[in-house]
C-alpha cells in the first residue's frame, strides 16, 4: 500500500515561513543536511558521490520498510554515515559509541530531538549539535 | 538509551546527527558555524521566491524567455541564482497543449537555488513512484485537473538534470508588473502539479 501524499505543509496548520514552506521538521535535519553541503564544500566528497549513497540507502529502505513511515532525513543520516564512514573519514564504531553516549544520557538532555518537536523557527538556536560534554 | 531509540543498539536519527556532528568538529572537518551558514541560507535566503522571479521575467521578456529554455542555468545565472543543486537547471514550459510535472524517482533532487529545498511531498515514496505510473490520477488527487487532449510529460530529475517548469501566465494579468506576477508563481506551479491562477 502506498501512503497518501500528505499536503499538510500548504495547509492552514503550516507554520508561516519567508520562503512559503517549512524546509525542516527538527532541528537535526538542518544540521544532517548542513554536514552533508560542508564536507562537500570541503572537498572531502562530490555532491554526485553523497547523491549515490542516498540513492542506495533510499532504496535498501524502501525495498526492506513496508508500512513503516518514510522519513527523509532519516535516509540523509544514515547516507551522510555511510559515505563518512567509506571515505574513512570516520568509523562506524567511533560514530555509534558516541551516539550511545548521547543516547545514555539524563531524560531532558538531548532535548527529545526525535523529530517530532515541533515550535522551533527554523533558526539555528540552542539545538542539537553545539552541546559540549 | 533513549525511548525514542528505534532499535535496542541504534539510537535515534538525532542523536546520531548529534553524534557525527560531534566528531567531525573535534577533527576540524567541519565548524559549527559554517553549518550554521547552510541552515539559515536555505531557511531564510534561498526558495521559491527565486524561481517566481525568474517565471515573471519570462512572462514579460520574450528574449528572456527564449534564452531560459534555451540554456536555464545561464539565464537563471543572470538574475544570481546559482549555487549547489542549480547546475544542468532544464526550464521546460507548459503549453495549452503539454502540461510537465517534475519528479525524481531515486532520491528528492530538486533545483535547491531557485526552489530551495524540497516540500514533504516532493520526497515521499508515493509521490516518486505513482507521478512515473499514474500521472494524470495524482495530479488529479493533488487538485490539478487537466483536460484529455492535454499530453502529460514527466521528468525525472537526475545528476544531469534539475528541472523547472515554466508554468502558463494566466489569462486577465496583462496588466500586472513583474513584481506583481512573481507573486502569483507558487512553487507548486513551478515544480508542475499546479497552475498559476491570476489573483
Redesign the interface.
Known amino acids: 500500500m ?9 495547509g492552514p496548520a503550516a507554520p508561516p ?5 517549512l ?4 532541528p ?8 552533508a ?6 572537498g ?1 566528497f562530490t ?2 558521490q553523497f ?1 549515490d549513497h ?2 542506495a540507502t ?2 535498501s529502505w ?1 525495498s526492506a520498510s513496508e508500512g513503516v513511515q ?5 535516509r540523509w ?2 547516507a ?2 555511510s559515505i ?1 564512514t567509506n571515505r574513512r ?2 568509523t562506524n564504531p ?2 555509534h559509541e ?7 544520557r539524563p ?1 531532558g538532555h ?1 532535548h ?4 517530532h518537536d515541533h515550535g522551533h523557527d ?3 538556536h540552542g539545538h ?4 559540549r ?1 | ?5 528505534q532499535a535496542s ?1 541504534r ?14 568538529v573535534e ?1 576540524g ?4 558555524e ?7 541560507r ?3 535566503d ?4 527565486n524561481g517566481a522571479r525568474v517565471v515573471a521575467k519570462a512572462w514579460v521578456d520574450e528574449d528572456y524567455r527564449r534564452r531560459l529554455l534555451d540554456d536555464g542555468t545561464g539565464a537563471i545565472g543572470e538574475l544570481g541564482f546559482s549555487g ?2 542549480g547546475e544542468h537547471m532544464v526550464v521546460v514550459e507548459n503549453t495549452d497543449e503539454v502540461h510537465n510535472v517534475v519528479v525524481c524517482t ?4 530538486y533545483p535547491w537555488p531557485v526552489l ?2 524540497p ?3 516532493y ?5 516518486r ?2 507521478m512515473v505510473r499514474e500521472p494524470r490520477t ?1 495530479l488529479g ?2 487538485g490539478l485537473d487537466l483536460d484529455d487532449g492535454v499530453v502529460v510529460r514527466v521528468w525525472d530529475s537526475s ?1 544531469e538534470n534539475r528541472y523547472l517548469i515554466l508554468p502558463q501566465r494566466p489569462p486577465g494579468t496583462s496588466e500586472l508588473s513583474e513584481e506583481q506576477l512573481a507573486e502569483l508563481v ?3 506551479a513551478m515544480v508542475g502539479v499546479a497552475k498559476v491562477h491570476a489573483p
Open positions: 502506498m501512503p497518501a501524499i500528505s499536503l499538510d505543509v500548504d515561513r519567508l520562503n512559503g514552506e524546509v525542516f521538521d527538527a537535526w535535519q538542518s544540521r544532517s543536511f548542513a554536514m553541503m560542508a564536507l562537500v564544500e570541503e572531502h555532491w554526485d547523491r542516498l540513492i533510499i532504496d524502501e518514510y522519513r527523509y532525513y532519516e543520516q544514515e551522510l554515515e563518512v573519514i570516520l567511533e560514530i558516541r551516539a550511545i553516549a548521547y543516547a545514555a531524560a538531548d527529545g530531538h526525535d523529530g527554523g533558526h539555528d542539537s549539535g553545539r552541546h560534554h | 538509551m533513549s525511548e525514542h531509540s543498539d539510537p535515534s536519527a538525532a542523536v546520531r546527527t548529534e553524534a557525527l556532528e560531534s566528531l567531525l577533527r572537518l567541519v565548524k559549527s559554517v553549518l550554521d551558514g547552510f541552515v539559515n536555505y531557511v531564510n534561498v526558495g521559491p521566491m549547489p543543486q531515486l532520491c528528492s533532487c530551495g529545498l516540500p514533504e511531498w520526497k515521499d515514496p508515493a509521490y513512484s505513482r495524482l488527487e493533488m545528476a507558487t512553487r507548486d
